[in-house]
């Protein structure tokens, strides 16, 4: 089915280092979600985004929904061993649609 | 945010049976929730929509015999698998979506292993 390009794939950074992903779309969305996901567990949003050009934070996180409406990123600032998991972008399209379209997901190791 | 719980959170059965699991919006009412399949170190794969009172929309590819899904109130809907196959070893997430908004919550997630 219809995916999101997400980048990178993996990430291997030091605790405390700033890290910053992205999705990118060849159409465009009206709403971009973005979860993490920790083994074994479901997903858990982390920003919900619903306007073109829109920052949002929460913590040490800020994502933006891109103003051209086809791409989004998020960025964690100050990275702690709890941030590590997997990252994914989400995006919904025409008014309307139900159906969540998914990013491949970023993996995030941090070394202490 | 809004609480989606699933039960079991794992399951191990014997080839040839059913296995059902419930999800369930705890704190609003959800107008459709969606079933969701996940295999190792890959993304999200979805497999049904379902909206409260209504049949569910199956992905292409997705057999609806064999998926049995379920929405009976706005705020539970259960998949059950049928003659389940080792092959249908996997995870299964469900998520619903809160009616006044576009966002879409998850649950913790269902392990079957088929043996």
């Known amino acids: 089915g219809q995916q999101l390009n997400q980048s990178p794939q993996s990430m291997f950074i030091q605790e405390g280092e700033d890290v910053s992903m992205n999705c990118t779309s060849s159409s465009i969305f009206n709403t971009w979600l973005w979860y993490k996901q920790d083994p074994g567990e479901g997903p858990v949003l982390l920003i919900a985004l619903y306007k073109a050009g829109e920052l949002t934070s929460n913590g040490r996180l800020t994502a933006q929904f891109g103003i051209t409406r086809k791409d989004s990123f998020l960025n964690i600032s100050a990275s702690i061993p709890s941030d590590v998991g997997i990252y994914f972008c989400?995006?919904?399209?025409?008014?309307?649609?139900?159906?969540?379209?998914f990013g491949q997901g970023t993996r995030l190791t941090i070394n202490p | 945010g809004a609480v989606v719980s699933q039960h079991p959170s794992w399951v191990i059965c014997k080839s040839g049976t059913s296995v059902k699991i419930e999800c369930r919006s705890l704190d609003f009412q959800a107008t459709t929730m969606f079933w969701y399949r996940q295999f190792p170190k890959q993304s999200l794969m979805l497999m049904a929509t379902?909206?409260?009172?209504?049949?569910?929309?199956?992905e292409q590819g997705v057999e609806k015999d064999k998926f049995l899904i379920n929405h009976a109130s706005l705020t539970l809907s259960t998949l059950t698998v049928t003659s389940a196959h080792p092959e249908d070893s996997s995870f299964y997430i469900c998520?619903?979506?809160?009616?006044?908004?576009?966002?879409?919550?998850f649950g913790p997630g269902t392990r079957l292993t088929v043996l």
């Open positions: 379902s909206n409260e009172g209504s049949k569910a929309t199956y």
């Open positions: 989400a995006g919904r399209g025409i008014q309307g649609a139900q159906k969540l379209v």
């Open positions: 998520s619903a979506r809160e009616g006044s908004l576009n966002t879409q919550y």
